[in-house]
């Protein structure tokens, strides 16, 4: 591959992160918007975005063709599923000052994916991975203490966004097209809620002023342009450097947390984030060494 086009696609890789490690800078403009509307709004746009988008690149056809296979189709409606599950909790997160929390769900998300390809694909673990799971699990049991309760919104987070990836590996479709089916499966329920609340006077939507509702179409383009960010980085660059990438947006997250929103940071918190930085550092390593053994043995010459 040509070094110009591994050099965008870590551009592409980077952008898609940072703008979704912005993304609690985002959330909070909608009030009074509660999280539901959020969502559902966030549901409704994305699927007009992507129907745009599918028609300037006339790519209908590949729609149809993943909705004609059953399996496939029941797997994509599965994931719409879990994604709005996602995007529901992280919104919440962001909106009820827990944007700390909500980052480490996404420090946590690459170890919880392993685990998933454990317990699901039957993976087996090399010896780095299981200490990467090993202190992911101690961390998740010091700020159960430190919190007095599991952090259950990180936890949503992490398993969500792991079971989303899962069923999209085993799908097979492309990021625009796969979007486009789940925001379809999702809207009827999504146009729904904002029709309810727009009859009963609590939907917010053209009563908060032009730049509220704005705001809330917006909400489509920023979950489109990340994804289309990411799937032109995914065909550039390896697995590997997008694995590095991935952490820039929870640790966005963190900072914005600690500094401008001013979420307290006790030690024994810290302590457990550090632990999960351990173990992220190790799998990180592990992940690099093996991506570097296996090109070697694929590209050296049989004895």
Not at 203 to 213: K, N, Q
């Amino acid at each position: 591959m040509p070094v110009s086009s591994t050099r965008r696609g870590v551009l592409f890789g980077a952008s898609a992160y940072l703008l979704w490690g912005l993304f609690p800078l985002y959330w909070p403009l909608l009030e009074p918007s509660g999280s539901l509307e959020v969502l559902a709004h966030r549901i409704l746009w994305s699927l007009v975005v992507v129907v745009v988008l599918l028609a300037i690149t006339r790519r209908f056809g590949t729609v149809k063709v993943a909705m004609a296979d059953r399996r496939r189709a029941l797997r994509l409606a599965l994931a719409a599923v879990v994604i709005a599950i996602n995007w529901g909790t992280y919104i919440y997160g962001v909106t009820h000052e827990m944007v700390v929390e909500t980052s480490l769900g996404y420090f946590v998300n690459p170890i919880v994916t392993v685990l998933l390809g454990v317990l699901v694909l039957g993976e087996r673990l090399r010896p780095a991975q299981w200490v990467a799971l090993g202190a992911a699990f101690v961390a998740v049991v010091v700020l159960t203490v430190e919190n007095g309760r599991p952090p259950w919104l990180a936890l949503v987070l992490a398993f969500s966004f792991g079971t989303y990836g899962l069923l999209k590996k085993t799908a097979g479709v492309g990021a625009v097209e796969g979007l486009a089916i789940e925001t379809a499966v999702l809207f009827p329920v999504a146009a729904a809620y904002v029709l309810l609340i727009g009859v009963n006077g609590t939907g917010t939507f053209g009563s908060e002023g032009p730049e509220h509702a704005s705001l809330l179409a917006l909400s489509g383009v920023i979950t489109a342009v990340p994804l289309l960010l990411f799937g032109a980085a995914a065909s550039r660059v390896p697995l590997t450097t997008l694995g590095v990438l991935q952490y820039l947006a929870p640790t966005m997250q963190f900072l914005l947390g600690v500094t401008l929103f001013d979420e307290p940071l006790p030690i024994v918190k810290l302590l457990g984030f550090v632990l999960v930085w351990i173990g992220l550092a190790l799998f990180t390593a592990d992940l690099v060494r093996h991506h570097r053994r296996t090109t070697r043995l694929a590209v050296s010459p049989l004895a």
